[in-house]
T-cell receptor, first 114, second 111 residues
Framework: EAQVTQNPRYLITVTGKKLTVTCSQN?????MSWYRQDPGLGLRQIYY???????DKGDVPEGYKVSRKEKRNFPLILESPSPNQTSLYFC?????????????FGSGTQLSVL | QQQVKQSPQSLIVQKGGISIINCAYE??????FPWYQQFPGKGPALLIA?????SEKKEGRFTISFNKSAKQFSLHIMDSQPGDSATYFC??????????FGAGTRLFVKA
């Protein structure tokens, strides 16, 4: 089954404790991206990747890191989480970049930073 | 940064009515215009999309139409049902590698 898998589904942490949210897709997509969803602000892109070892900033990259060492995986790293990073996070993938093809989304990770 | 203006923010429609959601964009590139549907606790999923060779596309009760001169595309949900209650996002092409979504429209269909 074609899917994007995110883990964990829920995460509660404390300020400053490094964390990683994993994302994996099984569709051989070149494009992967991370979004955060906040009430009234919709989906905002954090980082995206056009292919292995090729990443770039989205609209809200501050406080986040990503890596793309393999085509299927695109982890999101918060080196020193802060309460303003409490949000619902989604990973997505598609064959082409820039919204030119259907995006497949994961089920989301609800992060709370205390 | 490209602006995407989605309206309305929220919408309440009676069962059987028509729901209309609009998306205005800036970029002149017309490549692919999708609408995504998101239910609570789920990730967004593609609902319907249109490509430049047509100005309107219909899939069941859902129709997407495009007004190139106004740089606007719209989602119409005919015979709206309570099961259509969800948040809807447009994501017009940016002409680059980013993906930008509208702020979303929360639709509630009253039974």
């Amino acid at each position: 089954e074609a899917q994007v898998t995110q883990n964990p589904r829920y995460l509660i942490t404390v300020t400053g404790k490094k964390l990683t949210v994993t994302c994996s897709q099984n569709m051989n997509h070149e494009y992967m991206s991370w979004y955060r969803q906040d009430p009234g602000l919709g989906l905002r892109q954090i980082y995206y990747s056009m292919n292995v070892e090729v990443t770039d900033k989205g609209d809200v990259p501050e406080g986040y890191k990503v890596s793309r060492k393999e085509k299927r995986n695109f982890p999101l790293i918060l080196e020193s989480p802060s309460p303003n990073q409490t949000s619902l996070y989604f990973c997505a993938s598609s064959f082409r970049s820039g919204g030119r093809e259907k995006l497949f989304f994961g089920s989301g990770t609800q992060l709370s930073v205390l | 940064q490209q602006q995407v203006k989605q309206s309305p923010q929220s919408l309440i429609v009676q069962k059987g009515g028509i729901s209309i959601i609009n998306c205005a964009y800036e970029n002149t590139a017309f490549d692919y215009f999708p609408w995504y549907q998101q239910f609570p606790g789920k990730g967004p999923a593609l609902l319907i999309a249109i490509r430049p060779d047509v100005s309107e596309k219909k899939e069941g009760r859902f129709t997407i139409s495009f007004n190139k001169s106004a740089k606007q595309f719209s989602l119409h949900i005919m015979d709206s049902q309570p099961g259509d209650s969800a948040t809807y996002f447009c994501a017009p092409p940016t002409g680059g590698f980013k993906t930008i979504f509208g702020a979303g429209t929360r639709l509630f269909v009253k039974a």
